[in-house]
Nanobody
Framework: QVQLVESGGGLAQAGGSLRLSCAVS????????MGWFRQTPGKEREFVAA????????YYADSVKGRFTISRDNAKNTVYLQMNILQAEDTAVYYC????????????????????WGQGTEVTVSS
């Protein structure tokens, strides 16, 4: 049974930083790509960042490029999302997810390609 547990959300001021963590269990973590998505009320889940199974390639939404960094620690079975220069528009519930149906680069950006999801951690950025 795959379990993803996010932590690290909270309240931050605009311009500040937060680091989200996602602990993964139930799978050999190093064998899978991972991604982060976010969602606000009334909107669809939005891609934020992802890395390939090897971790050698990362993908970012244009809205976070240059401010957010996705990384992994295979020894700790944990994926991180370092969020810097936070903006009010970054306010959302953030989810980590594990994809199982990646065929093309476009799939990394699609929530439908991800079968396993955490419960989410809320991030609020005050302006």
């Amino acid at each position: 049974q795959v379990q993803l547990v996010e932590s690290g959300g909270g309240l931050a001021q605009a311009g500040g930083s937060l680091r989200l963590s996602c602990a993964v269990s139930g799978r050999t973590f190093s064998m899978y790509a991972m991604g982060w998505f976010r969602q606000t009320p009334g909107k669809e889940r939005e891609f934020v960042a992802a890395f390939t199974r090897s971790g050698g390639t990362t993908y970012y939404a244009d809205s976070v490029k240059g401010r957010f960094t996705i990384s992994r620690d295979n020894a700790k079975n944990t994926v991180y999302l370092q969020m810097n220069i936070l903006q009010a528009e970054d306010t959302a519930v953030y989810y980590c997810a594990m994809p199982t149906r990646i065929s093309t680069i476009r799939d990394y950006y699609r929530a439908a390609a991800y079968d396993y999801w955490g419960q989410g951690t809320e991030v609020t950025v005050s302006s």
